[in-house]
Structures are given as structure tokens and as C-alpha cells.
């Protein structure tokens, strides 16, 4: 099972900044929090990963507070093109391999 | 454009039928994955290679055997399956296996329909 919580669904309209928190309260302490981005019938694609405080790169930032027991995927400007599945995942311990398990994830949906 | 392709990318086949997916990365990582996502349902781990070797098989019915011959080319056989088994097959892969350096790139999946 996923260690992950995240909403279901988001709305939004074009131009504005989206926040997606996601809980993850029994996270490692060497877990790293990593999102990544679906569109239909294609392959999640990489969007940001941290381990703590803030990290921007040139899509999106990551809030992770000093507890780590959620994050924020922050997007800003979003167009319709954003409209996708968003899935928060942590780095998962098993038998000395950390794999990532993907939850049912965000999905965003973008208007005009 | 990931770096990594699968073929085929559509495929039917009957349930005695035996047929294999394909996938190679082009960005000289060392571990390799299959995923099976089926409809509403989150991604799921099938198999993991790290540098050839299996690290991980989640439980998978043996109707799916993995080979990996060299870290570049991951191959996913396949006999007697299931309409069950019907799903689209992501293939990724990552530079490492540690989350500090796991970010995975996933292909564009095989839309896998058994009959």
C-alpha cells in the first residue's frame, strides 16, 4: 500500500497557481518525497523531488515543512495543458531495495 | 521523448497465445522496471533489475517471466494470460536504486488487450 495520501480531484482555471498537499505521516527518515506527472495513456513523467524545507526547479516548486509529514506540489500559471494525474510518492524500504508505490494520485483538470 | 521505448506499443493476443514486450533505454541506467497500471487502478510494481539482476518480483503470476540480457534491454514474456491481464505496460527506468538518485523514466507503454 501506497504511504501516501493525496485529494482525488482538483479543479482549476488557466493562469492560476495550483497547490497539491499530500500526507504522508509515517514517512522514513530516509525517504525521499518525489512527484511525478500522467497523462492518458502515456508513462508518469518526473516533475520534482525533495527531502526537505523548498525545492523550485523550472515546473513546479515542493513545500516540505520541518516534519516531513506532508508536501506541497505547487504549480504556478497552470494552462490546460497541466490537466493530468499527479502522484506523490515516497521512497519505500523492502527487503534493502527502496522502491516507489504509486497511490491513486491528484487528478487536475484545467480550464478555460 | 524519454529515452526509453517499448514495442510493441498496441497488442492483442488470445489467452494460449505466447508473445513478449520489449523495452530499451537509451541513457545508460542501471535499473530497470515493469509496472502494470490496469483501468482506475494506481501503477503497480511488476518487476525490478538492477544492474541484471532481479531485485524485486512483487507477487506476479507466473503467466509473466522477466528477462533483462544486459542493463540496456528489459523483456517481459508472456503465455496463457488472462482477459484480467489486459492493462497498459510501462517499462522505466532509473540511474540508481536509491531514492536520492531513483527518479524513474518511464516509456510509453504497451496497451496490452487479452481476448
Known amino acids: 500500500l501506497a504511504k501516501t495520501t493525496q485529494p482525488i480531484s482538483m479543479d482549476s482555471y488557466e493562469g492560476q497557481e495550483v497547490n497539491i498537499t499530500c500526507s504522508h505521516n509515517?514517512?522514513?527518515?530516509?525517504?525521499?518525497i518525489t512527484w511525478y506527472q500522467q497523462f492518458p495513456s502515456q508513462g508518469p513523467r518526473f516533475i520534482i523531488q525533495g527531502y526537505k524545507t523548498k525545492v523550485t526547479n523550472e515546473v513546479a516548486s515542493l513545500f516540505i515543512p520541518a516534519d516531513r509529514k506532508s508536501s506541497t506540489l505547487s504549480l504556478p500559471r497552470v494552462s490546460l495543458s497541466d490537466t493530468a494525474v499527479y502522484y506523490c510518492l515516497v521512497g519505500e524500504e523492502n527487503t534493502g531495495f527502496q522502491k516507489l508505490v504509486f497511490g491513486t494520485g491528484t487528478r487536475l483538470l484545467v480550464s478555460p | 521523448e524519454t529515452g526509453v521505448t517499448q514495442t510493441p506499443r498496441h497488442l492483442v493476443m488470445g489467452m494460449t497465445n505466447k508473445k513478449s514486450l520489449k523495452c530499451e533505454q537509451h541513457?545508460?541506467?542501471?535499473?530497470m522496471y515493469w509496472y502494470k497500471q490496469s483501468a482506475k487502478k494506481p501503477l503497480e510494481l511488476m518487476f525490478v533489475y538492477s544492474l541484471e539482476e532481479r531485485v524485486e518480483n512483487n507477487s506476479v503470476p507466473s503467466r509473466f517471466s522477466p528477462e533483462c540480457p544486459n542493463s540496456s534491454h528489459l523483456f517481459l514474456h508472456l503465455h496463457t494470460l488472462q482477459p484480467e491481464d489486459s492493462a497498459l505496460y510501462l517499462c522505466?527506468?532509473?540511474?540508481?536504486?536509491?531514492?536520492?538518485?531513483?527518479?524513474?523514466?518511464f516509456g510509453p507503454g504497451t496497451r496490452l488487450t487479452v481476448l
Open positions: 522505466a527506468s532509473s540511474p540508481g536504486r536509491l531514492p536520492a538518485n531513483n527518479e524513474q523514466f
Open positions: 541513457l545508460g541506467h542501471n535499473a
Open positions: 509515517n514517512i522514513a527518515t530516509n525517504d525521499y
